[in-house]
């Protein structure tokens, strides 16, 4: 079964440092999602991505976020100058076209700020 | 804005026994589909069942199963012949139907209700 992808699996790293969560989704995907979920709490919705632009992004994905799909199989999201609270589980999903089914979601990475 | 509210965050079972879990929802959609995930200890997301709107009947999947009430805006899991294998984080979430526009794709999580199963 087609998986999605991400990479790394636990990233540490210090507070004000610049991280890139890279995922690679299922290749015949056309939407792209990045969720977020602090220990313990529920999944958040940051961005979707479609057609090559954010199609759709939450009060949480401000300036220190952004996204690309620099090739045709990655997907990034990157923290410019990470904070503390930036520590949690980030997963990236992705969805056909179709999109009346759930997603297939990533086994997440695990970022830790120190 | 939609919300999705699950108001048990702990909910415990006997192995072999049934478990009804929670979920309620808000919103002025009328066609939208409905989700139970899965997310054990290693914190993966596994969808569990699907739901859409417009179909009344319940989906079944195995021993999990949901009622879905529209109009009560309510749809609950139940998980029958629990497995302690079935320990996990238990998240209902909400996507609309619509194509296209800003909305198109998010899905909205309720809180999650941690199911402990006691062999």
């Known amino acids: 079964e087609p998986e999605v992808t991400q990479t790394p699996s636990h990233q540490v790293t210090q507070m004000g440092q610049e991280v890139i969560l890279r995922c690679v989704p299922i290749s015949n995907h056309l939407y792209f999602y990045w969720y977020r979920q602090i220990l313990g709490q529920k999944v958040e919705f940051l961005v979707s991505f479609y057609n090559n632009e954010i199609s759709e992004k939450s009060e949480i994905f401000d300036d220190q976020f952004s996204v690309e799909r620099p090739d045709g199989s990655n997907f990034t999201l990157k923290i410019r100058s990470t904070k503390l609270e930036d520590s949690a589980m980030y997963f990236c999903?992705?969805?056909?076209?179709?999109?009346?089914?759930?997603?297939?979601f990533g086994s997440g990475t695990r970022l830790t700020v120190v | 804005a939609q919300t999705v509210t699950q108001s048990q965050p702990e909910m415990s079972v006997q192995e072999a026994e049934t478990v009804t879990l929670s979920c309620t929802y808000d919103?002025?959609?009328?066609?939208?589909?409905l989700f139970w995930y899965k997310q054990p200890p290693s914190r993966q997301m596994i969808l569990v069942i699907r739901q859409e709107a417009y179909k009344q009947q319940n989906a079944t999947e195995n021993r999990f199963s949901v009622n879905f009430q529209k109009a009560a805006k309510s749809f609950s899991l139940k998980i029958s012949d629990s497995q302690l294998g079935d320990a996990a984080m238990y998240f209902c979430?909400?996507?609309?139907?619509?194509?296209?526009?800003?909305?198109?794709?998010?899905?909205?999580f309720g809180q999650g209700t941690i199911l402990t199963v006691h062999p």
């Open positions: 999903a992705s969805s056909s076209l179709s999109g009346n089914y759930g997603y297939t």
């Open positions: 979430a909400y996507r609309s139907a619509k194509a296209g526009g800003t909305s198109y794709g998010k899905l909205t």
């Open positions: 919103t002025s959609e009328s066609d939208y589909y």
